[in-house]
C-alpha cells in the first residue's frame, strides 16, 4: 500500500535535468582526509619543507605510502623544481609538472582526482590544489591542514602565476570517489 502511495505521488512530478539519476560530484575533488594530511615541518637546514610535506600527502592520497615515508625520512627544508625533480627520481617516483603557469596542468590534476602541489606567495611556499572548477579553488596550506581555503579561482590563478607557476604532481591511482 506504501509503494502505491508513493508511486500516486510521485506521478506528474517532473525531475529537473535528470537531478536523481546523476552521480554526485566529490567536494574537493581531492577529499583528502585529515590523517593523511603531512604538516610541514623544519628541516635540518632550519627552513620549512612545505614542498616535501605537500608531496607527501599527494603520495599518500594516491596510496604511495612506502614512497610518502621515504620522502619524509630524505627530504626536506626548501625546494625549487630541480631539487625536487632529484629527489623524486631518486626515489623511483613517476610525477608530472610544469613551470610555466599552465592551467591546462591545474585542470589535469584536479580532473584526474590527484591534486597537485603549487607554488604562493611569489614563490615561498608551497600548498596542495584539492579542487579546481569554473568558479573556485580549494587550497590545503600544510601550515595549517585543518581546514580546505577557498579562493576564486580567478585570484588563485593569478596568485599561483606570480609565484612562478610551478606545479608538480605524482603520477599514481587516486583513492576512488565517494559513493
Known sequence: MRWLLLVI???GC???NNKLHRTP???PTVNLPLSLR???WIGNQREGSCTYASMISLLRWQGQYRLADWVKKNCGNGADPNDMAA?????GIRYAYTTEGDVAFLEWACNTRRGCAITVLGGKHMVVLV???SNWAGLLDNNHVENIIWVPRATLIAEWRA???WSVT???SPYPPMP
Open 131 to 133: 579542487h579546481l572548477d
Open 170 to 172: 605524482p603520477v599514481g
Open 38 to 40: 603531512q604538516r610541514n
Open 87 to 91: 629527489k623524486l627520481n631518486q626515489a
Open 163 to 165: 609565484s612562478h607557476g
Open 14 to 16: 517532473e525531475v529537473p
Open 25 to 27: 560530484k566529490e567536494w
Open 9 to 11: 505521488l510521485l506521478v
